[in-house]
Nanobody
Framework: QVQLVESGGGLVQAGGSLRLSCAAS????????MAWFRQAPGKEREFVSA????????YVADSVKGRFTIARDNAKNTVYLQMNSLKPEDTAVYSC??????????????WGQGTQVTVSS
């Protein structure tokens, strides 16, 4: 079993920044590839970014490219999502996922509980 715990969400004004963290514990070898998704009220869950645990391969959704950066600290089994130039449309619950690879939520097995990000205009 893998446990994922997100932190770092909050309320920020448009143009501001936040850094989300996702700490993995348990069978961490399964969490080798990790991703961030988000879900706004009334909308489908949306892929944000993903990173492989080795090699540093990353993918970033077009909607956040140039503003969001995914990174990882293997020693801490933690993945980060640095979010800059935030927009009101970035408001969502952000969840990290592990145990797979791809841009669909169906590609992942393990999920965190999510952290709320609210961007005010």
């Amino acid at each position: 079993q893998v446990q994922l715990v997100e932190s770092g969400g909050g309320l920020v004004q448009a143009g501001g920044s936040l850094r989300l963290s996702c700490a993995a514990s348990g069978r961490t070898f399964i969490s080798a590839n990790m991703a961030w998704f988000r879900q706004a009220p009334g909308k489908e869950r949306e892929f944000v970014s993903a990173i492989r645990w080795t090699g540093g391969t990353t993918y970033v959704a077009d909607s956040v490219k140039g503003r969001f950066t995914i990174a990882r600290d293997n020693a801490k089994n933690t993945v980060y999502l640095q979010m800059n130039s935030l927009k009101p449309e970035d408001t969502a619950v952000y969840s990290c996922a592990a145990g797979g690879w791809g841009t669909s939520s169906l590609d992942y097995v393990y999920w965190g509980q999510g952290t709320q990000v609210t961007v005010s205009s």
